[in-house]
């Protein structure tokens, strides 16, 4: 039993440590993403995000494939982090649940 | 989670296949326990429990000069890079799987990380890690052949080390796993193996090896062994 509990406590180490990381990844990633608006035959760029609850577009004119290329591995990226971090919390939660019980953790 | 960590862990594999690293690293540590299996086809074997981590021992010196950036490579399967220690050992962390990797210590050792710039990391550098490398076998897991210690070094390296260990259930998870493989390969009817390797050793090391297997009361195995 001891074994188990131990690989318990470690895993839920682990999973509180990884959780902290993600959240810093996301925080790295460019915030936003770019929406391609034709306006009289021309492509213009404008960048989505949320700020304080509210949608704004801001306007950032034509851009480099480069660029393009950077915010759409972020969007990936973004999804992919944020459905990973929700894993974790899911897997703290379950640990911390299963690791509760007479003794003290 | 079970079935998504094994399909992950080979993904992994496949990928550091691919990109030409696989055959400079030996799969070490927990996970070996269940590749094992292939190697015990036939024979009364059950794993024991193992954690997220896997461990990945990395030949030094590196024989390679390939550049190839691993946390790179395993970033578009959502690893991202953790620090372990306050020495900041890289480790590559998923919900499912959490790797880290290891060089063998050389000379008096240092708690530094050992540098390996051509794949994007840095290792810790573990006693100890030498003997595993000597005895390797090859498992295909899955079309992927994986460099894993042959079990009686795994063992043998496991009874040294659960005595050094300081947190009880590693102790007893340790010596558990060195039990199992070790009557799974008198099972098997490599007593003569087990038996070579441990006469390959240095005495002191001789020495540890009984005094773990006395603590564990493996009077089977100790048996064998005299």
Redesign the interface.
């Known amino acids: 039993m001891g074994v188990i509990k131990g690989v318990l406590r470690e895993e839920l180490e682990n999973s509180l440590q990884m959780k902290k990381d993600y959240e810093r990844e996301l925080a790295k990633l460019p915030k936003g993403s770019l929406v391609k608006k034709v306006i009289k035959g021309h492509e213009y760029y404008y960048l989505l995000l949320r700020d304080a609850g509210k949608v704004k577009f801001i306007y950032k004119g034509k851009v480099s494939e480069k660029e393009i290329k950077k915010y759409k591995e972020a969007k990936r990226l973004r999804a992919k982090y944020r459905k990973l971090l929700s894993q974790v919390k899911k897997q703290i939660k379950f640990l911390r649940s299963s690791l509760r019980g007479k003794e003290s953790v | 989670m079970e079935k998504s960590q094994y399909k992950l862990c080979i993904e992994v594999l496949r990928k550091l296949y691919n990109a030409g690293v696989l055959k400079h690293i030996i799969l070490i540590g927990s996970w070996c326990m269940p590749f094992y299996k292939t190697y015990f086809a036939g024979i009364r074997y059950m794993p024991s429990?193992k954690?997220?981590?896997m461990d990945l021992l990395i030949s030094r010196p590196l024989k390679t000069s390939k550049k190839i950036d691993i946390p790179e490579l395993l970033?578009s399967i959502?690893f991202?890079?953790?620090f372990k220690g306050s020495q900041g050992y890289i480790k590559l962390?998923?919900?499912d799987l959490?790797i880290e990797f290891l060089v063998p210590e050389k000379g008096r050792g240092t708690d530094k990380p050992y540098q390996l710039p051509q794949l994007g990391l840095n290792a810790q550098a573990l006693r100890f890690l030498n003997f595993l490398i000597t005895n390797i076998i090859h498992v295909k897991i899955e079309d992927i052949s994986v460099a894993l210690p042959h079990p009686a070094n795994f063992a043998l390296h496991k009874l040294i080390i659960f005595q050094r260990r300081k947190?009880?259930?590693?102790v007893?998870?340790d010596r558990?796993a060195a039990i199992r493989i070790l009557n799974a390969l008198i099972d098997k009817g490599e007593i003569g193996v087990i038996r070579d390797v441990y006469n390959s050793i240095p005495q002191k090391w001789q020495i540890k090896v009984m005094q773990g297997l006395e603590k564990a009361e493996a009077d089977k195995i100790l048996a064998v062994m005299k």
């Open positions: 429990i954690t997220r981590d970033k959502g991202i890079v953790g962390e998923h919900p959490v947190n009880p259930e590693k007893a998870k558990d």
